[in-house]
């Protein structure tokens, strides 16, 4: 379909396939790892990958913010910003599960209108932008229509449930399905190959605007934990969580998550 994106598209989809390459230089489970401050993984790859999609994607007048970047604050005066993390599942990379993606969202005046996540594991390609709809591997996808959540798969960060966070869930009528990459589980999401994920975990916007951008894109519902629409390109990146889902599951993931928010984010 025309776009107003369609220049954006094209570079993420040539950046995406820059990333293809440069995966191909690694073998997951078998890469030297370092460890940065909070015991979060880095690996070569991770900045490889970095420089690789900031020389794909990047032009003169946008701004940059990438997990594997300094932050330069200069981001903050362009209405036109990259939201990137180079390698999202840099756990899952490291132990070898094929749960890991490259991830590029794009900013317009604090919105997220476009993103790209590809997945070298599965070669799973999503792609869209808000006023084109979503592909999932070059044919057009669309979220679930699911109306109940009886029985929806809600895709879990695995982490989250080794740290026991999602067993006020374990007895609901959900199929939870532990998951790494925040944001290879949103574009699972909008392409309907799962019905909804959630984290009450503060993320950082490169975790998730690509996903947030794609389930947007797609049809799909997506908000912070204090059920506001997502904004990103802020001063300080760190997002309260994420709700996301199809269309008709909004209410219904509202009701399921609010009673285990925080006090300051529940309705009054």
């Known amino acids: 379909m025309p776009s107003n994106y369609a220049?954006?598209?094209?570079?993420i989809q040539a950046a995406l396939e820059a990333s293809r390459?440069?995966?191909a230089r690694f073998t997951p489970g078998a890469i030297a790892t370092e460890y940065k401050a909070g015991h979060d993984p880095v690996t070569e790859a991770d900045r490889a990958l970095d420089a690789v999609l900031r020389k794909e994607l990047l032009r003169e007048g946008e701004g940059w913010l990438s997990e594997e970047s300094a932050d330069d604050p200069i981001r903050l005066k362009h209405a036109r910003v990259w939201v990137v993390d180079p390698l999202d599942g840099t756990r899952e990379f490291v132990s070898g599960i094929p749960e890991f993606c490259a991830s590029i969202g794009f900013v317009e005046n604090g919105r997220p209108v476009a993103g790209g996540i590809f997945n070298p594991a599965t070669d799973e390609t999503f792609l869209g932008s808000i006023d084109s709809g979503v592909t999932y591997n070059g044919k057009l996808a669309k979220p679930s229509?699911?109306?109940?959540?009886?029985?929806?798969?809600?895709?879990?960060?695995?982490?989250?449930?080794?740290?026991?966070?999602?067993?006020?869930?374990?007895?609901?009528s959900l199929k939870i399905r532990p998951m790494g990459s925040v944001a290879y589980k949103l574009a699972l999401v909008s392409a309907g190959l799962a019905d909804l994920t959630f984290t009450l975990t503060p993320k950082h916007e490169w975790d998730v605007v690509a996903g947030a951008a794609l389930v947007q894109s797609a049809g799909g519902f997506v908000s912070t934990l204090d059920k506001?629409?997502?904004?990103?390109?802020?001063?300080?990146?760190?997002?309260?969580?994420?709700?996301?889902?199809?269309?008709?599951?909004?209410?219904?993931?509202?009701a399921l998550v609010e009673p285990h928010l925080p006090v300051a984010q529940q309705t009054r």
């Open 21 to 23: 390459a440069v995966f």
């Open 145 to 172: 229509q699911r109306k109940s959540l009886d029985g929806a798969v809600v895709l879990a960060s695995r982490s989250e449930v080794k740290r026991g966070e999602w067993k006020a869930f374990e007895n609901s």
């Open 7 to 11: 220049d954006i598209l094209s570079r």
């Open 228 to 254: 506001a629409a997502l904004t990103a390109n802020r001063r300080d990146s760190l997002l309260s969580g994420l709700l996301a889902s199809g269309p008709y599951l909004k209410d219904k993931l509202i």
